[in-house]
């Protein structure tokens, strides 16, 4: 039985921070025991952890970015808790768990999962220079695409151990059962039509997102004769942004914005396809893997792992990031119906195939077992080497 110790930045609704969830509330399932702690005190997935019987949740109330007395009360934790290994997301996690570690002088090995390509703006680059130093010293790395590996590895941002795996999705949760007359009606709720063209974005409503640039891919989609409409499916800063340029672009006849949705897959159903048209890396991106498992092409601005996932022609298309009319292109080839469905049943294949959430967990799960083994084997030999 594996006593692992997961640690996020704070339980935001995040890639990350849904993806530590996951992992944690499976292996739980699976009979381990398992515990998280989060720095600050930002509880909005709390409800989704599922630690059971044995498992602990604590928040640390860190006060600043890095809170000494927060580092000292999570060294304790782990003192008591002694687990087998400890696996921070991100490299803010991974500083308050080095340091912890350090602290309580409990030997256990560390991993960090990356969820990060790119970084934009000085203060990140600036922050990477220490992150650097955490992952040199943490047991293992593991990346989630292989293009984001390569990116790190060539700037020296990895660990002793470096390894990949793939995001996976829960393909029995994110599958579409609905009858054309449930999906109708729900259309019907958003003013769509049944045979309207329906693009769909499950996001954030934040700059990287980029939902401006689909809303001038709509207007020119529609200026061609396509009947396309636009569902925002999500809420965010730019809510108000979006809604004033939706009124100035006279776009409020086709366009909504669902606000947040705790269960996305309602929503997703009424769409032909999905588009991720981020500026910013979208490293694996959660979202369009499961649109792919509900049977939805989508359309993927080149960037991050995209092309690991979608195999263009087959269940999507790539387009160059911030190229409209390239993604205006690939837009109007999937207003035929026949050929998104096409797209769709290929998406849904490849997802079962390569990334399901049940073949993440196993490799997961191999890992630590794996770590922990190699961290025991070790203290023996120092121990040995002590004696």
């Given at each position: 039985?594996?006593?692992?110790l997961?640690?996020?930045?704070?339980?935001?609704?995040?890639?990350?921070?849904?993806?530590?969830?996951?992992?944690?509330?499976?292996l739980?399932?699976?009979?381990?025991?398992?515990?998280a702690?989060?720095?600050?005190?930002?509880?909005?997935q709390?409800?989704?952890?599922?630690p059971?019987?044995?498992?602990?949740v604590?928040?640390?109330?860190?006060?600043?970015y890095?809170?000494?007395?927060?580092?000292?009360?999570f060294?304790?934790?782990?003192?008591?808790?002694r687990?087998?290994?400890?696996?921070?997301a991100?490299?803010y996690?991974?500083?308050?768990?080095?340091l912890?570690?350090?602290r309580?002088g409990?030997r256990?090995?560390?991993?960090?999962?990356?969820?990060?390509?790119?970084?934009y703006?000085?203060k990140?680059?600036?922050?990477?220079?220490?992150?650097?130093?955490?992952?040199?010293?943490?047991?293992?790395?593991?990346?989630?695409?292989?293009?984001?590996?390569?990116?790190?590895?060539?700037?020296?941002?990895?660990?002793?151990?470096?390894?990949?795996?793939?995001?996976?999705?829960?393909?029995?949760?994110f599958?579409?059962?609905?009858?054309?007359?449930?999906?109708?009606?729900?259309?019907?709720?958003?003013?769509?039509?049944?045979?309207?063209?329906?693009?769909?974005i499950?996001?954030?409503?934040?700059?990287?997102?980029?939902?401006?640039?689909?809303?001038?891919a709509?207007?020119?989609?529609?200026?061609?004769?396509?009947?396309?409409?636009?569902?925002?499916?999500?809420?965010?800063p730019?809510?108000?942004?979006?809604?004033?340029?939706?009124?100035?672009?006279?776009?409020?006849?086709?366009?909504?914005?669902?606000g947040?949705?705790?269960?996305?897959?309602?929503?997703?159903?009424i769409?032909?396809?999905m588009?991720?048209?981020?500026?910013?890396?979208?490293?694996?991106?959660?979202?369009?893997?499961?649109?792919m498992?509900?049977?939805?092409?989508?359309?993927?601005?080149d960037?991050?792992?995209?092309?690991?996932?979608?195999?263009?022609?087959?269940?999507?298309?790539?387009f160059?990031?911030?190229d409209?009319?390239?993604l205006v292109?690939?837009?109007?080839?999937?207003?035929?119906?026949?050929?998104?469905?096409?797209?769709?049943?290929?998406?849904?294949?490849?997802?079962?195939?390569?990334?399901?959430?049940?073949?993440m967990?196993?490799?997961?799960?191999?890992?630590?077992?794996?770590?922990?083994?190699?961290?025991?084997l070790?203290?023996?030999?120092?121990?040995?080497?002590?004696?």
């Open positions: 039985m594996l006593r692992p997961f640690v996020t930045g704070s339980l935001v609704h995040g890639g990350a921070e849904r993806h530590t969830i996951t992992v944690m509330n499976r739980v399932e699976r009979g381990h025991e398992c515990h702690v989060y720095v600050k005190n930002d509880p909005s709390l409800e989704r952890i599922r059971g019987e044995r498992g602990t604590r928040c640390l109330n860190a006060g600043s890095l809170d000494m007395s927060a580092v000292s009360d060294a304790d934790h782990l003192a008591s808790l687990p087998s290994v400890v696996v921070a991100n490299g996690a991974l500083m308050y768990a080095s912890a570690l350090l309580s409990w256990a090995p560390l991993m960090v999962v990356f969820h990060t390509t790119a970084l703006g000085i990140e680059q600036v922050k990477m220079l220490t992150d650097r130093l955490f992952f040199w010293t943490a047991t293992c790395a593991v990346f989630v695409c292989a293009g984001q590996r390569r990116y790190w590895r060539r700037r020296a941002v990895c660990a002793r151990r470096n390894e990949l795996i793939y995001n996976g999705v829960d393909t029995a949760h599958s579409d059962r609905s009858t054309a007359d449930e999906r109708g009606a729900l259309r019907n709720t958003f003013g769509f039509e049944a045979t309207d063209y329906v693009i769909g499950s996001a954030v409503l934040r700059p990287e997102k980029n939902h401006v640039q689909l809303l001038a709509v207007a020119a989609l529609r200026q061609r004769g396509i009947p396309a409409r636009l569902l925002i499916i999500g809420d965010g730019l809510r108000s942004l979006l809604d004033n340029r939706i009124r100035a672009m006279q776009l409020e006849p086709v366009v909504r914005i669902t947040f949705q705790q269960d996305v897959r309602p929503s997703i159903t769409c032909d396809v588009v991720l048209c981020s500026i910013a890396v979208e490293t694996f991106s959660l979202a369009a893997l499961e649109a498992a509900m049977g939805k092409p989508v359309v993927h601005a960037l991050g792992g995209a092309a690991e996932m979608i195999v263009p022609g087959r269940n999507g298309f790539l160059p990031v911030g409209t009319d390239a292109d690939r837009l109007a080839l999937l207003a035929d119906k026949s050929v998104a469905s096409r797209m769709g049943r290929a998406a849904i294949e490849l997802v079962e195939e390569r990334f399901s959430e049940h073949a967990v196993d490799r997961y799960e191999e890992l630590l077992a794996d770590v922990c083994r190699g961290s025991r070790m203290t023996q030999i120092e121990d040995l080497r002590g004696t």
